[in-house]
Nanobody, 128 residues
Framework: QVQLVESGGGLVQAGGSLRLSCAASGRAASSEIMGWFRQAPGKEREFVAAVRRSSSGTYYTYAADAVKGRFTISKDNAKNTVYLQMSSLKPEDTAVYLC??????????????????WGQGTQVTVSS
């Protein structure tokens, strides 16, 4: 069954904003960590941001240096949905953005292999 569904990609001018959404269902909805990766043509999949639920129930967010201060990840637990608010977009942010989830996470993970579920991806294109 479908586990992660992304939406919200599109074409935007440099300096603009977009918000991506990732709705989780099934087992993915109980993941301890959900994150966003991106992959540009000819490049490796790159960590963007993640939100992790600790054993105490506290949520922590993490972002790659390349997007800190411009992108914000958040989670709506009632909707099992993770958001990626992207601002001050640059042409180099152009990529397919993929949502990912890991059932267990003792820390935040930047390695794609650590994640159990993946969405189909949504294209973000930033024009100069």
């Amino acid at each position: 069954q479908v586990q992660l569904v992304e939406s919200g990609g599109g074409l935007v001018q440099a300096g603009g904003s977009l918000r991506l959404s990732c709705a989780a269902s099934g087992r993915a909805a109980s993941s301890e960590i959900m994150g966003w990766f991106r992959q540009a043509p000819g490049k490796e999949r790159e960590f963007v941001a993640a939100v992790r639920r600790s054993s105490s129930g506290t949520y922590y967010t993490y972002a790659a240096d390349a997007v800190k201060g411009r992108f914000t990840i958040s989670k709506d637990n009632a909707k099992n949905t993770v958001y990626l608010q992207m601002s001050s977009l640059k042409p180099e942010d152009t990529a397919v953005y993929l949502c990912a989830a890991a059932l267990l996470a003792s820390r935040y993970y930047v390695e794609p292999r650590r994640y159990d579920y993946w969405g189909q991806g949504t294209q973000v294109t930033v024009s100069s």
